[in-house]
Every structure is written in structure tokens, then in C-alpha cells.
């Protein structure tokens, strides 16, 4: 993987998707020396600790409750051994991004395929973040019942706290200057926070959880899942596409080499944040199906919208509630860096650096917020979101394209082990994936010609 200045290089060369460490455009001043060990991790904690956490209840409900917490287990161990692949193969080809390394193995269109599936990949991630917020903060409707917001809650339903005006007004407020940020290590002070804030949301819901199984207010939840006919077993893997999309960091992994001080230091890095990622992962996973048990949404804070049975319970839910919202404000300008630059290498591959371009740089990026903004209004629920970018981008972007660049190995580096890990990835993406746009698409399909249930 590249370091020090890499000028944008002719069209069909191995051009890097951001600026490096050395050039500037960051909005500092002098010379940038390099992000630390602690920022990178904050950096790639928060690329990963996304919407995906959520969901991630939900699984437990679908998978039962042993399945569900190895399949998290599982996704991490095949997402650090990915991006081992994926990093052995770039320092080899020197190449300073995900896009480079894609093309330094299947040339042209392989870089550009990388490209489309980190831009829909990732809008579809940011349009499940403005939904959430939505629902947190204006309510959402789910089988015939609404769950009200925490504004909804506090003021009662008035115009100005309805999800088109709370999303604009989180748009232009939040979103709108941290995404005007050029470098990714401009972030990693509200990185720590929103890494912070996670672990807020998931030691509430745990303290919860713990006081209302002491007073034996929690009853056994489902250990297994409940199989009895072929089509149950089929909606199991509709959890799959959940899985994926909640480890995917890929995209950011070079950006964030890119900036270190010590390269070297990429290894660590990841694997104490997709430790940390996982230890919140399981937590999360494990109380909040504990909590809700059957009754749990496909986004779990919606059900923070009711007396939880304990002392303080409106306080908590809003706490919880609202230290989620926040986080997820913060992680958005993580996606949204990647997106942009992704977007500008397919449009403006033989252009001048993003960085450098200020009004490229402006309309991108309006031209990005407002098609995120107005999707997000559109389209009713995470599960649905999870299910599209997570059965198409994500798994490319997680596991096919690295097991495949790791098969192609044009620098020979591959031993019989990675070749055997990469058919592996490649076989278990690619079947379960499939069989899981399948279901989704039967349940959705007898969604509409039936009763909702929620």
C-alpha cells in the first residue's frame, strides 16, 4: 500500500482514491504529519459500527439466539482474514487504494466495478442512517402500530417535528459541515465520540436487560430457530445480507492507511477495532433480543418507546434513544468520505485530485446529501435496506472482491491456504446471499398479499 504524494495518474493506471498523508486540502494548517494509532482505530470503529448494530436484534430473532451470536463470531473471523487478503495483495501491487488494488488484478473494469459497489454500498448505508434517525427522533409505524419519537414524546405531534423537517434540519445542521471535512483524520474526534456514544447505548440496554432478568420480568428466549417448514428454513438466511453489511470497512481501510504516521500499524488496527466492533456486536445482539424477545423490530430502538418496567424508564428509553441518534449523526461523514471519493474516480477518473477541486468537491457533495435526504424519506425500513445493499455491494465489497483479487494473485504472493479461504468466502457469499434475495423477495411478495404482522 502507497505512501508519501501520489499525483492522479493517467486513465487505466493505479490511481489512489483520496490524497495521502503529505498532500493537503485538509482545512489545517502546514503540513499534515499523520494520524495516530488510536485516531485510525476510533476511524475504523466507526466505519463499522454503523446502523448495522440495530439490526443486529433482529437476527437473534430470525437465528435464535446460539446461531445468531456465532454467525457474528464467524462474520468477524471471515472479515480479518478479508482484509489480510486484501492488504498482503495491495502492499504487493503498491497500491494505495481498494479501486488500485482492483485494478491491478482485473484491470479496467475491475476497478470500476469496486467503484459502483462502494457507491451503492454505502448510499444505501447512509439512507438506513437517516431513516433510523427519523425514527428516533419523528416515530415510525410498524404493522398497524405507531412508536413514537422522542420529539413526538416530549412536545407532541407539531409540523416542525415530522420526519421531513427533523431530517432537513439534521441535513444542513450535522451531516452538511462534517461532510465538507477533506481528510478522514478531521474526524476522529467525533470518531471517539460516536465510538463512545455506542458504548453508551449498549451499557443502558444491557443494565436494563440485567435489572428486569433479576426481578424475573424477562422470560427464556428463543436459543434455536423454529424450522418447521422449507420456507423457514429459506427466511433463516435473510440474516446473511444483515451480517455482512454491519462488518463492512473495507473501503475505509486505505483511506486510513493512507494517513498513519507508521503504516505498519494497519494490522493492529484492525484487529482491535473489529474486537471492539464484535464485543458491542454481541452485546448489543444478546440484551436486546434478551429485552424484547419475539416483539423485537427490525430497527430495535423503535422499541425503546415504551414502560420498559423499571424505575426511570422514559429517561432511559430516551437516553438510549438519543445517545444512538447522535452516534450515528457522527458516523455518517465516515460513509459519506468514501462515497464521495468513489463517486469522483467513476465520473472524474482523469480529473484533478477531489481535494483540490473545491466546486467539484461542493457539488458532489450537495448533489450526494440530497439524493441520500430524499430516499430516506422514501423508503419505509431498515430490514429492506440492509437486505439490498447487503446482498449485493456489501457482500462484494466484504468478501468476493478480496477472495477474487487473492485467486487472480498476479504477484504470485498467494499460498494454498488463501486460495482455499478465498473459494471458501466466495462459495458461502455467493449461495447464501442468493438464496436470501430469494426469501426476502417470497416474504415480500406475501407481505403485500396479506395482513402485515409486525
Not at 502507497?2 to 495521502?20: F, I, K
Not at 428466549?221 to 424450522?227: A, H
Not at 472482491?401 to 458461502?428: C, E, G
Request: glycine letters at 8%.
Amino acid at each position: 500500500m502507497g505512501g508519501g504524494v501520489t499525483e492522479r495518474l493517467p486513465e487505466g493506471s493505479s490511481e489512489p482514491l483520496l490524497p495521502t498523508k503529505r498532500e493537503g486540502g485538509g482545512g489545517g494548517v502546514g503540513e499534515f504529519a499523520g494520524a495516530s494509532f488510536a485516531g485510525a482505530v476510533f476511524n475504523l470503529s466507526t466505519t463499522i459500527v454503523g446502523a448495522g448494530i440495530m439490526a443486529l436484534p433482529a437476527t437473534m430473532k430470525v437465528l435464535g439466539l446460539a446461531p445468531g451470536l456465532v454467525a457474528i463470531v464467524l462474520a468477524a473471523l471471515l472479515t480479518d482474514a478479508s482484509i489480510e487478503l486484501l492488504v498482503r495483495s495491495s502492499r504487493a501491487a503498491g497500491a494505495p487504494s481498494y479501486g488500485a488494488v482492483m485494478g491491478d488484478a482485473f484491470g479496467w473494469w475491475g476497478r470500476r466495478l469496486l467503484q459502483v459497489c462502494v457507491v451503492v454500498n454505502n448510499i444505501g448505508v447512509m439512507i438506513v442512517y437517516m431513516i433510523i434517525i427519523g425514527d428516533v427522533l419523528s416515530g415510525t409505524s410498524s404493522g398497524g402500530e405507531h412508536h413514537y419519537g422522542v420529539l413526538e414524546g416530549w412536545f407532541g405531534p407539531q409540523w416542525w417535528n415530522g420526519r421531513f423537517f427533523v431530517l432537513l434540519v439534521t441535513t444542513l445542521v450535522v451531516f452538511t459541515p462534517l461532510a465538507c471535512l477533506k481528510r478522514v483524520d478531521s474526524l476522529s474526534y467525533t470518531s471517539a465520540i460516536s465510538v463512545a456514544l455506542a458504548v453508551v447505548f449498549v451499557i443502558i440496554t444491557a443494565g436494563i436487560a440485567i435489572v428486569k432478568l433479576i426481578k424475573g420480568q424477562i422470560p427464556m428466549p428463543k436459543l434455536f430457530p423454529d424450522v418447521p417448514d422449507l420456507a423457514s428454513v429459506w427466511e433463516l438466511f435473510t440474516a446473511v445480507p444483515v451480517l455482512v453489511t454491519a462488518y463492512v470497512c473495507h473501503y475505509n481501510v486505505h483511506p486510513i492507511h493512507n494517513e498513519l504516521k507508521d503504516p505498519s500499524q494497519i494490522k493492529p488496527i484492525v484487529h482491535i477495532s473489529l474486537v471492539l466492533c464484535s464485543t458491542v456486536y454481541i452485546t448489543t445482539s444478546f440484551f436486546g433480543y434478551l429485552l424484547f424477545g419475539e416483539s423485537t423490530l427490525s430497527d430495535v430502538l423503535a422499541n425503546f418507546d415504551s414502560n420498559l418496567g423499571i424505575p426511570y424508564s422514559p429517561m432511559l428509553n430516551d437516553a438510549v434513544r438519543v445517545s444512538y441518534a447522535v452516534h450515528l449523526m457522527l458516523v455518517f461523514p465516515m460513509i459519506f468520505h468514501a462515497l464521495r471519493l468513489n463517486l469522483d474516480g467513476l465520473l472524474f477518473s482523469s480529473s484533478s485530485p477531489l481535494s483540490s477541486d473545491n466546486r467539484r468537491f461542493s457539488v458532489m457533495t450537495a448533489v450526494l446529501l440530497l439524493v441520500i435526504f430524499l430516499s430516506a424519506n422514501f423508503i419505509p425500513s431498515i430490514w429492506d435496506a440492509f437486505q439490498f445493499t447487503g446482498a449485493t455491494a456489501a457482500v462484494c465489497i466484504a468478501f468476493i472482491f478480496p477472495a477474487a483479487i487473492t485467486l487472480r494473485d498476479p504477484h504470485s504472493i498467494a499460498k494454498k491456504w488463501d486460495k482455499i479461504l478465498s473459494i471458501f468466502m466466495i462459495v458461502l457469499a455467493i449461495v447464501s446471499n442468493v438464496v436470501a434475495v430469494y426469501s426476502d423477495a417470497y416474504s415480500m411478495f406475501h407481505r403485500k398479499s396479506s395482513p402485515s404482522i409486525a
